[in-house]
C-alpha cells in the first residue's frame, strides 16, 4: 500500500502527540523536543550538544505546512531550565491559537530546516517498505495508515 496522500496522526493526550489538534486556521503539531544538530558525531561533550526546541507546525485544512514556529532554548547541559523554557514557549504559543481543540489531526509531508535540525514528516524507505517518519521526533506512520506511530 502506498503512502496516502494525507496523513491521519491520532491524538494521544500525555504522550508524543499530545499536543495536536486543530484551531480556526486548520491544524497544529506542538512538541517539545531534543535534537542534535546534522552531522553530529558523539564527543563526550554530547549534553552541550544535544539541543532542546519549542516547536509549532501549523497546516491548514486541507493538511498542507502553513509555518513552523521553532525556538532553541538551551542544551542538555542545562536540562531542567531548557525543557521548562520550550514548555512554557509552547504553552504561550498554543494559548495564542484562536478556537484550539486537542484531537487527531491530517497533515501532508513537509520539511523545515532549523539551526541545523531537520523537522518535518518525511517520506522514507526502510527495508523497502515506505514509511512516513516525523522529525527530530522520530515517531513512524506506517500501514494501515490509522494515524497510529511507532517510536
Known amino acids: 500500500m502506498a503512502v496516502p496522500e494525507i496523513i491521519p496522526i491520532v491524538y494521544e493526550p500525555d504522550y508524543h502527540t499530545g499536543t495536536i489538534g486543530h484551531w480556526e486556521g486548520g491544524q497544529f503539531f506542538g512538541s517539545v523536543i531534543a535534537a542534535f544538530r546534522e552531522g553530529y558525531t558523539r564527543t563526550d561533550d ?5 539541543r532542546w526546541y519549542a516547536v509549532l507546525h501549523t497546516f491548514d485544512a486541507a493538511g498542507h505546512h502553513l509555518d513552523s514556529r521553532i525556538e532553541h532554548t538551551g542544551a542538555e547541559d542545562d536540562h531542567r531550565a531548557s525543557v521548562d523554557l520550550a514548555r512554557e514557549r509552547l504553552k504561550h504559543w498554543l494559548d495564542a491559537l484562536p478556537g484550539l481543540r486537542f484531537d487527531d489531526i491530517a497533515i501532508r509531508p513537509f ?9 518535518g514528516l518525511v517520506i522514507e524507505t526502510f527495508e523497502g517498505e515506505e514509511h512516513a517518519e516525523f522529525y ?5 506512520f506506517y500501514e494501515p495508515w490509522d494515524g497510529m506511530y511507532d517510536t
Open 46 to 50: 554530547w549534553r552541550t550538544h544535544k
Open 111 to 119: 520539511q523545515h530546516t532549523f539551526d541545523g535540525v531537520l523537522f
Open 136 to 140: 527530530p521526533n522520530n515517531i513512524g
